[in-house]
């Protein structure tokens, strides 16, 4: 018991004096987070009518949301729970709000015609660029749209 207790306290203060691959790991379950609301959310869209989905979206059917919502806890794992909360509640607002988009359009352009496909091109996208790109580009588009519509 007593080298377990040695091995982990070494492991710990190896991880903790190099940071990069705790970084690394967080980057990836924040990643594997945003393509897994986008599967989510395909599997959500692609079985409905785009009225029905629509109805979800605006509000006007919260059992639908609540389904999609319950689906979702239970799809992520711990890691990314724990990555998801070091970020600050806005950033992840943002976040889920992009890969919304992204997997609407994914679906919607025919880039992708399966939640499976779409979860792997999120996925890819988010590894190459970064999720603090992915927020930082939904924050950009989102005040270009604000913009184009005359909101502040």
């Known amino acids: ?15 903790f004096a190099f940071g990069v691959p705790a970084r690394a790991s967080t980057d990836h379950n924040v990643c594997s987070f945003y ?28 059992e639908l949301m609540a389904g999609l919502t319950d689906v979702l806890l239970r799809t992520v794992n711990g890691a990314e729970v724990v990555s998801i909360s070091s970020l600050a509640k806005s950033d992840v607002e943002v976040l889920g709000k992009a890969a919304g988009q992204t997997v609407f359009k994914l679906l919607f352009s025919g880039q992708a015609t399966t939640a499976q496909e779409a979860e792997s091109q999120m996925l890819d996208a988010c590894k ?18 604000n913009q184009n519509l005359g909101l502040p």
């Open 1 to 15: 018991m007593r080298r377990i207790a040695t091995t982990l306290s070494l492991f710990l203060a190896l991880a």
């Open 128 to 145: 190459a660029l970064g999720y603090q790109t992915i927020i930082s580009n939904q924050k950009a588009a989102d005040q270009l749209t």
């Open 35 to 62: 393509a897994k609301i986008g599967r989510v959310a395909a599997e959500f869209m692609l079985p409905k009518t785009f009225g029905e989905v629509m109805a979800g979206v605006a509000g006007k059917n919260p």
